[in-house]
């Protein structure tokens, strides 16, 4: 097999996989899980066309300011595909004692199958330019900076590259994640399991809306009541607050979020999206990440598709030196362990913070099928 070796970056810099010890991913049915943090915030465009319009989003004394270059545009949120895969393997790894690393080798395969897209050629070429968006997509943030450090500019992936045999054929990358993101995956406070069929949300918005109702509505019987304005600062959306407003709508009327209901309420001229879980677990699933989805589907596969050139023929570890990850990686484990683990939201949007939790108060009845 021949292999790209690590070179210098742009700007003469070494690039980081010279000084990273290499996470190989030998499997691709992590159960999906996304890091809190981004699923409450603007961090991607909510279209698939290209966005240069930077997002500048300031709440509860944290700012999140996202650019992306004029030739590839901003990461989207099918792009964000490609963090939450590498969230999940990172925690599934340490869930079974693996010592992981930011700097991560993987076939296209993998990735493709593990978030529910087919494996041929054009989905290929669709997953490099995602890297090449997440590569350019430059994100200035104060989220979980301490008291010495006041704002953090990184991009989704520092480096990425292909590994092909003599012939050609790609059947490996690599890839540096930011070290922004990798601390937030394992901590495991910051990390949440989420719904397989997640992937196939084939909406920006709609695929948003999955992400903010697991965070904040998660499992709570109540759920969570958002003003539409609030929501549509929050989205980073360029659509006007009515057409977005109307996008909600229409997502109520379908019911297409996995594992959650939603309700357009109105008090008074306020418009208001009432979201509430489906199926309640009988048991707490926020308390660490226990390798379940939350709604017992199985992980999502090709969707019948054929195999392709780009899946790899033999097992993948063999594409470079080494045969195996790292020793438990034990140190690591004890202190995320110790860690406040499923500490509820305390905030419940724009407008809300003050009203008590009970739909009753507003004013509202409850959703067809809900209890007392």
Known sequence: MASVMPRRGRQGRESERLRLDPFVIAGSDASPRDQRDLMERPFFSLSKAKRVAPILYEAGGQSVEIRGLAEHGMATIWDADVLIWAASQIVEAENGGLRTSRFLRFTPYQLLTAVGRATGAREYRLLKASFARLQSTVIRTTIRNDEHWRRHQFSWINEWEERTTRDGRVEGMECVLPDWFYRGVIDRSL????????????????????????????????????????????????????????????????????????????????????????NLPTVPVDDGVDGHGISGAGTIGTSGASLSGFQAHEPQ?????????????????????????????????????????DPHAYGLSPMPGDGP
């Open 317 to 357: 570890l063999s594409l470079w030196p080494e045969t195996r990850n790292r020793a438990p990686n034990l140190e690591s484990n004890l202190e995320s362990n110790f860690l406040m683990l499923g500490r509820p939201d305390v905030d419940r949007g724009a407008g809300a913070a003050d009203r008590p939790h």
């Open 191 to 278: 990390v949440l399991t989420i719904d397989p069929a997640y992937f196939r949300l084939t909406g920006g918005i709609e695929r948003w809306l999955y992400r903010v109702a697991r965070k904040h509505a998660g499992h709570q019987p109540q759920g969570w009541l958002f003003e539409i304005p609030h929501l549509h600062e929050k989205s980073g959306s360029l659509a006007r607050v009515s057409d977005f407003a109307f996008d909600l709508r229409r997502i109520a009327a379908r019911q297409s979020l996995p594992g959650y209901r939603l309700a357009i309420r109105h008090e008074g001229r306020r418009n208001l999206l009432h979201i509430r879980p489906l």
